[in-house]
């Protein structure tokens, strides 16, 4: 089973967190949350390692929450501590 979190519960960790958003560079470069990085979900499910270190928990986010989901379900079989962002950045757009 994969971890999730809500867009509320995540605004509240308050910790230095990492987030990813796995959308492609032109939605990324239009408009993502604040403090992510972008690898597209193609690249990080290609080669995981050259983005992720096993030891730290990433939330990952798309743009609904969908993808980001699947992605973390692989990932989490790869052995990585992730987290997906429930309801991605559209549920991020109705909270900021």
Do not use: F
């Not at 960790?13 to 959308?23: A, C, M, T, V």
């Not at 604040?34 to 995981?48: Q, S, T």
């Not at 050259?50 to 790869?78: A, D, E, F």
């Not at 052995?79 to 429930?86: F, L, M, Q």
């Amino acid at each position: 089973m994969i971890s999730s979190i809500s867009i509320s519960d995540l605004l509240n960790i308050g910790d230095p967190i990492h987030i990813i958003d796995i959308r492609s560079v032109q939605s990324y470069n239009n408009n993502h949350m604040e403090g992510a990085i972008n690898v597209p979900y193609e690249k990080l499910i290609a080669k995981p390692g050259q983005y992720l270190n096993p030891n730290i928990r990433y939330y990952i986010y798309c743009q609904k929450g969908l993808t980001s989901n699947k992605v973390c379900q692989i990932l989490t079989r790869m052995g990585y501590k992730v987290t997906n962002i429930i309801g991605g950045y559209e549920e991020w757009i109705l909270h900021s």
